[in-house]
C-alpha cells in the first residue's frame, strides 16, 4: 500500500460523525505527500458502508468483515487491523479522535513497535515527511511532531480540525477481507451500548449559532445575546460555564464535553476561547468573536472580530439587523 489508510468508525446509525473528517486529513495527507490514499471499515456485514465511503476520491476501500467484529472490541479491532497493516504497509494511519479509538489506537500501535500522535489540529510537510501539530497544556501550547523513520505512523485528528464538506468525490472499487479472529482472541464481551437521552435541541444541524460565554457576567443578562440570535434567526448555545451556572440548559453547551458543531456562522459573544471550547465549534465556515479582551484566544480561530464590550455592541448589531 505505502500510502495513507484511513480508519473509519461507524456506529447503528451509519458512519461517525467525525469519520469524514478524518477522510477528509486523509485526503490532504495523501495529496500533499503525492501517496495513495485507502479507506479501510470494521464491522459485520460492512458493505453497505464500505459503498458509501466508496463514493470519496480514494485508491481503494478495505470492508473488513467478520462476525465477531460486530460489536467493538479493542482485542478484535486491534487484531483485524493489525493483519490490514502488516499485509499491505501503510506509510500513515489516519483515524478520527473518538473515544472508541482513544481505546484501542494506542494498543494497536504498540502492537507494531510504533506510537499513536494523538488529537492532531493541523499539519504541514517538510522535506517529504508530515509533521503534526497538537496542543499541550490545555492549548496553551502548541507542539510540532516529527514523524521520522519507516512507517507506519499512527495520527488521530482532532474533531473540527479537518472540514469534512472539503472532501472530494470520486469513486473507488471495494475490497472485501475476511480478518483471522477467533473468540478465545477476544477477552472483553461488550454490553449494551451507551444511549444519550434525546436532546430538544440539535445545534449540530444549525446553520447560524449565537454562542454565550461568562462575559455575560450573569443570567439576567443573557436576553441580550438571545435577541441577537432571534434577529438571525439562530440557535442560541452556550460554552460550559454558562450551562455548569445552570444558565442555559446543558444541551445547548457546545465543546468537549458539549456539543460539536460546524454551522455556516458560529458568533461568540463574550467567550475567551479556551480549547474545550474551540473543540467543538472551530469547524464553523465563518466564525464572528466579539470580546473586549484582544488578546482573547477566541481571536485566533476568527474570521471576524470586534473588540468591544458586548453590552454595546450586541445592541447596536441587533438594532442594524432590524433596519
Excluded at 464491522?43 to 465477531?68: M, R
Aim: one cysteine or more.
Amino acid at each position: 500500500m505505502s500510502g495513507v489508510l484511513v480508519v473509519l468508525e461507524q456506529n447503528p446509525g451509519g458512519l461517525h460523525k467525525m469519520a469524514l473528517e478524518a477522510l477528509a486529513a486523509g485526503q490532504q495527507f495523501g495529496s500533499e505527500l503525492g501517496l495513495p490514499v485507502f479507506a479501510a471499515v470494521l464491522g459485520s456485514g460492512v458493505e453497505p458502508v464500505a459503498q458509501t465511503i466508496a463514493g470519496y476520491k480514494l485508491d481503494k476501500v478495505h470492508a473488513l468483515d467478520h462476525e465477531l467484529l460486530k460489536d467493538y472490541t479493542p482485542d478484535g479491532y486491534t487484531s483485524a487491523l493489525r493483519q490490514l497493516i502488516e499485509a499491505h504497509q501503510p506509510a500513515y494511519v489516519v483515524f478520527p479522535h473518538t473515544y472508541q479509538v482513544r481505546d484501542f489506537a494506542p494498543k494497536l500501535a504498540t502492537a507494531l513497535g510504533r506510537v499513536l500522535v494523538s488529537d492532531v489540529i493541523g499539519h504541514r510537510v517538510e522535506n517529504g515527511s508530515l509533521v503534526a501539530i497538537r496542543q499541550l497544556f490545555q492549548g496553551k501550547m502548541n507542539a510540532d511532531v516529527r514523524l521520522e523513520g519507516p512507517g507506519p505512523h499512527f495520527i488521530s485528528v482532532q474533531a473540527g480540525a479537518f472540514r469534512a464538506d472539503k472532501l472530494e468525490a470520486g469513486s473507488a472499487p471495494v475490497e472485501k477481507t475476511n480478518p483471522q479472529l477467533n473468540p478465545e482472541q477476544i477477552r472483553t464481551k461488550p454490553l449494551e451500548l451507551f444511549r444519550e437521552s434525546a436532546r430538544a435541541v440539535d445545534l449540530g444541524a444549525a446553520e447560524i449559532i449565537v454562542s454565550v460565554g461568562r462575559g455575560i457576567r450573569e443570567a439576567e443578562n443573557i436576553g441580550i445575546v438571545e435577541k441577537l440570535a432571534e434577529a438571525l434567526g439562530a440557535e442560541l448555545a452556550a460554552s460550559r460555564p454558562i450551562c455548569d451556572n445552570g444558565w442555559l440548559p446543558m444541551e445547548r453547551q457546545v465543546g468537549s464535553s458539549g456539543q460539536t458543531v460546524a454551522p455556516k456562522m458560529y458568533i461568540a459573544v463574550g467567550i475567551s476561547g479556551a480549547i474545550q471550547h474551540l473543540v467543538g465549534m472551530k469547524g464553523a465556515k465563518t466564525i464572528v468573536a466579539i470580546n473586549k479582551d484582544p488578546e482573547a484566544p477566541i481571536f485566533e480561530v476568527a474570521d471576524y472580530g470586534i473588540v468591544g464590550d458586548l453590552f454595546q455592541v450586541v445592541p447596536a448589531l441587533v438594532d442594524a439587523l432590524k433596519k
